[in-house]
């Protein structure tokens, strides 16, 4: 696999703004307000400039690939980036760099501070190539490892601290260790990999050598995240039941102990993260309202016992943060914070503790461009996994 640094000879941070958030990927042309310039959101996610949304949806322009993720999609589905279109606005009127416009697009509702201790980009692994549209990314806090399920040959990777791959296993058939389509990944104390495979709709355990050992096939309908508790028990979202499970397992002999529904009545949940501390559970609800281009989400925090602590849906955000926030992606931090990534502004952001949820504080506002999948390591870098570019960015504190 690829493996790169960041090194002093590299892009400076502004050239690096300037190229993810106010140029076009295709066309390596800056956007504008209106005409060919403007920036458009394709159904995936991704944004391209309406030049080369006509260009790659050919003389009838009726649907078009994407040409990061190779989604199609409809030219009648893309939308306005209402975001982008924001923040060039914010550049024409005042001028200044996109960091700073970025924080004068907070608002007032917000205590939008600067990152705790400044994050910065250590390590970058993947790529294109070696990985391709990875969905998840998990770290094992013992060993340091990252796990990465993705839609390749082999469908889930093993990193080293180092970002050396140790692992490639799944690959996608019926046998017993075989993964259709992974959608997620967790690792748990106890040193087990654990992926939702969209494919069978089952739950999957393997070993860090590729060793299949347990597949958990309750009557889902379509497992989507989960993430591990301190005691190696597994929180499972159910996207098409509506329903959020634990799962309690002894991997080591591969004995399924049980599995129960502990919070139903969720709209299409998806990402859900656990405190290692609190043993608070967040959890995204993939909301679909009429019309096109009119989905959103809501972030929902629950305590321990499953009581429901907080929430708060694109609209609350908004009131915060002027622009759309479409979360894919929640972990918390060490000192139980709540993180989520923001596909909408190519962004990571601090929502705050539970109790204070939510704050509105942008840990990483520039370089990614497609963000999935969130985690922390022991030593505290925060990972994300970055679909658009096919890659695990790994930030620690500079």
Not at 170 to 186: F, M, Q, S, W
Not at 258 to 273: E, F, N
Request: hydrophobic fraction near 35%; charged fraction near 20%; charge should be neutral.
């Amino acid at each position: 696999p690829r493996l790169s640094r960041l090194s002093a000879a590299g892009m400076a941070e502004e050239d690096e703004t300037e190229l993810s958030l106010l140029e076009c990927r295709v066309c390596f042309e800056r956007y504008g307000p209106s005409g060919q310039r403007r920036p458009r959101n394709l159904a995936c996610g991704h944004v391209l400039c309406q030049g080369c949304v006509g260009a790659l949806g050919g003389p009838e322009r009726r649907r078009l690939e994407c040409p990061f993720c190779r989604r199609a999609c409809g030219c009648a589905e893309t939308s306005d980036c209402l975001p982008l279109l924001q923040l060039l606005e914010i550049l024409g009127a005042g001028g200044g760099s996109v960091p700073s416009a970025l924080r004068k697009s907070g608002g007032s509702g917000g205590e939008a501070g600067p990152a705790p201790g400044g994050l910065g980009l250590r390590l970058s692994l993947g790529g294109w190539g070696s990985l391709v549209n990875p969905t998840g990314v998990a770290a094992c806090r013992r060993s340091g490892r990252l796990a990465v399920v993705h839609d390749g040959k082999k469908r889930l990777h093993i990193f080293g601290p180092s970002g050396s791959c140790l692992q490639r296993f799944g690959e996608r058939g019926d046998a017993g260790n075989d993964i259709k389509y992974p959608l997620d990944v967790t690792v748990t104390s106890d040193g087990h990999v654990v992926v939702t495979d969209g494919g069978d709709r089952s739950v999957k355990a393997f070993d860090f050598e590729g060793r299949g050992i347990l597949a958990v096939r309750e009557g889902f309908g379509l497992p989507w995240g989960l993430d591990a508790t301190r005691e190696s028990e597994v929180i499972l979202t159910d996207a098409e039941a509506g329903a959020l499970y634990r799962l309690t397992a002894d991997f080591k002999k591969g004995k399924l102990k049980k599995c129960q529904v502990i919070q139903s009545q969720l709209i299409s949940p998806r990402g859900v993260a656990v405190s290692q501390t609190s043993g608070a559970v967040v959890v995204i609800e993939h909301l679909k309202a009429q019309g096109q281009n009119n989905s959103s989400t809501r972030v929902k925090i629950f305590s321990a016992e499953m009581d429901l602590i907080s929430q708060m849906d694109s609209f609350g955000l908004n009131l915060i943060f002027p622009s759309k926030i479409y979360s894919t992606a929640v972990a918390f931090d060490k000192e139980g914070r709540v993180i989520v990534t923001d596909v909408c502004s190519q962004a990571v952001i601090c929502l705050g503790k539970p109790e204070e949820f939510p704050i509105f504080n942008p840990l990483i506002s520039h370089g990614l461009s497609y963000p999935v999948g969130l985690t922390y390591m022991a030593n505290n870098s925060l990972v994300v996994l970055d679909s658009g570019d096919h890659s695990v960015k790994i930030y620690s504190s500079t």
